[in-house]
């Protein structure tokens, strides 16, 4: 089974730390002749395929790199702009690698936020006083699972949804939390977490989940 990442949230909404245990390369690289038959755009200082659908690459994929080289942003490796690099014929036969890009930390900051305000929501929404807002998502591909402490902050974890034993999981993360965040004298609440001790025992018990299923007594 598989963890994909861990988000913790505060309870204004801000992403105080984030942790990508593992992120699915769907990549696909291909060598193209002049005129390219794939329509980009400049997309969140990204170059993204916005029409044309072949071989594996898919309207949303950015481009990773040219000619085998990573691109930096919207331009090339030598700091020209892709779009324009690409409408030149000189450039043909041109190899491409086109895949998902990964989240930026400003967008990891704004889903966060996005977050906070749907578990709001769903609080709102409920017919009986006191609901616990959401606690797990569900797609095809993954499960979103949440846990809120009393103090309100939120401990979220994307997994495989086949994974067992994601609630002891993400009370074995307060744990971890409670035990290297909150009683390092060096950290102030609600602000990011900057701890090599809790990243070294978060990614302990992800290990542990993902080999077991769950957490077991003692564990």
Known sequence: MVIFS??????AGGLIYQYDNYVPRTEVEKTFSYPLDLVLKHHDEKVIV?????????????VLSINGV????????EGKDILEY???????????RFGRARLSSN???MLASMFHSL????????????????????????????????????????ADPR?????????????IYSDFALKN??????MPIRCELFDQNLKGALEVAEKAGNFGAGS
Do not use: W
């Open 6 to 11: 861990v988000y913790v949230v505060n309870k």
């Open 50 to 62: 916005s029409f044309g659908q072949r071989d594996g690459i898919k309207v949303g994929h950015a």
């Open 70 to 77: 990573d691109v930096v942003g919207k331009s090339t490796a």
């Open 86 to 96: 690409l409408k030149d014929p000189v450039n043909y036969p041109v190899s491409i």
């Open 107 to 109: 967008e990891k900051l």
């Open 119 to 158: 578990f709001a929501i769903g609080s709102q929404l409920s017919p009986e006083v006191g609901s616990s807002g959401i606690e797990m998502l569900e797609t095809d591909v993954f499960k979103l699972h949440c846990f809120q402490t009393l103090t309100g902050i939120k401990f979220i974890v994307l």
């Open 163 to 175: 994974q067992a034993g994601i609630d002891a999981l993400l009370k074995k993360i307060y744990e």
């Open 185 to 190: 004298p060096f950290y102030s609440l609600e």
